[in-house]
């Protein structure tokens, strides 16, 4: 399988470890709403640290993660990125740098406005470049952090101004799908025969299944869609807005340092969200490397351990741009209890980190203790 990938560009070299990451764009292609191709612009950049011992350990001490967004809803998440890319409506570019989650979680600041396609590969190439120099083991939101945003921002330039641009890549044809089927999963699990219908489907449309940055399949269709799976049927306008989605990371059925089992918390989730019909997307990390982004949920479960117990720490109000606000805290097991608490509040004091209003509402949970920060 993996002589497969390769033979086909997919080797997962650059998929982790201190390297420069595959840089990952929206899929603009996709999206009606795309200012910009996404996907050529992430090409383009790429091109600069694939297969690039240049940027990989030992001579880069901690991973680069790069994202394009090809309008202002940012879908590629920009707050959580070490530099995330954001197409203005007027064909420019800002761009955020030093997000990331994790033990210490920072927000990305806008360092860039107004830019030029031209100039994205030297900011990108910038980025990873003053990480090396700094020899930042903790990634480069703590070189933000160091200097600050005037003197991170000249300290990049001087760089930027020795990179010369490539070439563009060829464009991607842009998909006019009538309809987007998206499937959800079970904590990021599909069986097999979920897999190949799905993969059938595909088939019959446009040939292909879109993979983004969510735990969900996307199939673009352009014929009528008879399946017995579980599916929200998406217009293409909507497509970046998700509706009681829930993401998590794999969790302690295979990730050593997880304390729980998000799969079986996201499955039991995912029911609560649709007896209640709720619309708010969560997102749940088995520990605190924060692989489930739960930094970033409309509501964020964060396991970690106290006094012998697991607990889930509860975020509300994050989004693609920010960090949500820390509530409290509750024992692990009861975070059924606590979805369908929030499922009965009104979802935009949620969406608008109403901590106060929460914590209220939260203290009828057994084991609940509010935030001191």
Known sequence: MLKKLESLGLDPRDSCGASVRNVMP?????????????????????????HN?????????????????????????????????????????????????????????????????????????????????????RGFKWVLNKYGIEKTKLLLEEIISNVSPMSPTRGEDRINAKMIARFQTRGGWLNSSEV?????????NYGFVVLFNKQVVEVPLKKELRTTLNYQLIDPFDYGDLKGDVESCIGNDFCPPAIVSTSNVAEGIQKILRETKSGLNVKVSGCSH???????????????????????????????YKLGKLVGEVDADRYDEVIRVLSSIDEDKIRKGKVDEIESF???VPSFVKSED
């Open 290 to 320: 924060s692989c489930g982004r739960h930094q970033i949920g409309e509501v964020g479960l964060g396991a970690s351990m106290r006094e012998g117990r697991p607990k889930f720490k509860i975020y509300i109000g994050g989004d693609n």
């Open 26 to 50: 929206c899929p603009s292609y996709l999206c009606p709403l795309a200012i910009v191709d996404a996907v050529s612009i992430s090409r383009r950049i790429s091109r600069r640290f694939r």
């Open 53 to 137: 011992p240049d940027y990989e350990y030992p001579s880069l001490p901690k991973r680069v993660k790069i994202t394009v967004s090809a309008c202002r809803k940012g879908c590629a998440t920009p707050g959580i990125m070490d530099v995330g890319i954001v197409a203005r409506d007027d064909g420019k570019f800002d761009v955020y740098v030093g997000g990331g989650v994790g033990d210490h979680a920072f927000q990305s600041v806008i360092l860039f406005q107004g830019v030029e396609e031209d100039r994205l590969e030297g900011i990108a190439i910038s980025v990873a470049e003053l990480l090396k120099r700094e020899k930042e083991k």
């Open 362 to 364: 939260l203290s009828k």
């Open 196 to 204: 190949m219908e799905i993969a059938k489907i595909a088939e019959d």
